[in-house]
């Protein structure tokens, strides 16, 4: 039977956008929740909770959180966004292993797991879905027309044990347009391979 996976989403710079836009950013929050909703619900997932612009969604198998992320992903990307707003850029984290619901809440999940997926989600960029080997070898052979490229181990956390990450995204044979590709954002910021690029270089 295929481990529950779990994926944590947010908004990047959403409280600049919210100063910045002010009441006007609410319609611009609805679109994204909306997406998101939808999404969730189309790969047979549930929310498990939100948080501002957090979404934190549980689905029955690692193979259904990945499309999530990836499709998700494709369709704020097409979505047209208010042009004061730009184009809105969100992380997600997933991971996937064995987690026992809480005591009288079969709909919520404590533990070890959530929190990991949360942080693979931090070391995101915006625009980028981050995933542990465990999330990616449970989905491997049904991951469709996403493309996986291996971003190494990084330690997520102060004291923490290293963590290999994986980035899944739309391949370039792809009919979408095509989506940016780097690497950790915390780990290895100041690497060149795992930084994004900077506006106006090749």
């Known amino acids: 039977m295929p481990q529950p996976a779990f994926a944590v989403t947010d908004i990047q710079g959403s409280t600049e956008l919210w100063e910045r836009l002010g009441p006007a950013f609410a319609p611009v929050l609805a679109d994204h929740n909306r997406i998101l909703r939808e999404t969730i619900a189309e790969f047979g997932g549930s929310v498990l909770r939100t948080e501002g612009d957090s979404f934190t969604a549980a689905f029955p198998a690692a193979t259904a959180a990945l499309r999530f992320a990836t499709e998700t992903l494709l369709r704020l ?29 079969a709909s919520r ?7 990991l997926a949360a942080a693979v989600s931090a070391a995101a ?53 095509r989506m940016p590709s780097w690497g950790v954002k915390r780990s290895c910021a100041s690497c060149r391979r795992c930084s994004p690029p900077r506006r106006g270089a090749s």
């Open 77 to 105: 990307h097409r979505h047209s966004w208010p042009e004061e707003a730009g184009e809105l850029l969100i992380r997600i984290g997933v991971h996937s292993g064995t987690a026992e619901p809480e005591t009288g809440a």
């Open 109 to 115: 999940y404590s533990g070890a797991l959530l929190s």
């Open 125 to 177: 960029h915006g625009g980028q879905a981050l995933a542990t080997a465990e999330a990616i070898e449970a989905a491997r052979s049904a991951l469709g027309d996403a493309a996986v490229t291996d971003l190494g181990e990084h330690r997520l956390a102060a004291g923490t044990a290293r963590v290999r990450l994986l980035q899944a995204r739309f391949s370039p044979t792809s009919p979408a347009k």
